[in-house]
């Protein structure tokens, strides 16, 4: 299938992409039971994504592969891990459409995950109304993953400095996130310490046109 003939193919999925820690799964959970969808969860997907790469068409997941915790973690400054980071450049998306299109077109599907980038949704999209982005203050993401626990700094020599890096290397995606999605026209929805599950739910499921 021709990339010009995507669009049509995937017409039934909706796509909620955004930083990490942002309420993506939660949200997609929600609207997905309320209105009878689906739920993609590229997260879920990375092993088998990795499994299924090689390294001619993922060099930077190659080259993560071979890294220590220490290494990816600690001693590389965060403008180092997201430049690197594979799933920040876009590798294995194909894999992601081609999952997505070997899914029953009968019932309409959410797909979910920080590596929905916009320039690699967008000429996917059937309808503008079909994507959304949620962007997550610094205070909400560090809220968030102080409440499911840092299980990646825990495998490192120091954990205070890979939490660190982390957060400073999502702050900067999500800063990417906001420009490229802003560039292209797509719609974001910035998510703070203040916003209920309910209002973030009901704000996608109107981005959504549901």
């Not at 999952?99 to 320039?119: A, C, H, Y």
């Not at 993953?145 to 700094?153: C, L, Q, T, V």
Request: aromatic share 8%; with cysteine.
């Amino acid at each position: 299938m021709t990339e010009a003939e995507r669009p049509p193919a995937l017409r039934h999925v909706y796509w909620i992409g955004g930083g990490s820690g942002a309420g993506k799964s939660t949200v997609a959970r929600c609207i997905a039971a309320r209105y009878g969808l689906r739920v993609y969860s590229s997260d879920d997907v990375m092993a088998d994504h990795a499994g299924r790469s090689t390294p001619e068409d993922a060099p930077c997941l190659s080259r993560f592969k071979n890294m220590g915790m220490d290494e990816r973690w600690v001693n590389r400054s965060p403008e180092a891990m997201l430049e690197t980071f594979h799933w920040f450049r876009g590798e294995g998306f194909g894999l992601i459409v081609e999952d997505l299109l070997r899914l029953p077109k009968d019932t309409g599907v959410i797909v979910e995950g920080f590596r929905l980038l916009p320039r690699l949704v967008k000429p996917l999209l059937a309808e503008p109304g079909r994507a959304v982005w949620l962007l997550p203050t610094p205070e909400f993401r560090r809220a968030a993953f102080d409440s499911r626990g840092w299980e990646i700094p825990r495998k490192t020599s120091n954990p205070g400095l890979a939490r660190r890096n982390l957060l400073e290397r999502d702050r900067m995606f999500t800063d990417r996130l906001s420009e490229e999605s802003g560039c292209l026209g797509l719609p974001v929805i910035e998510v703070d310490t203040v916003m209920s599950e309910d209002e973030l739910v009901g704000r996608v499921t109107q981005a959504f046109g549901l």
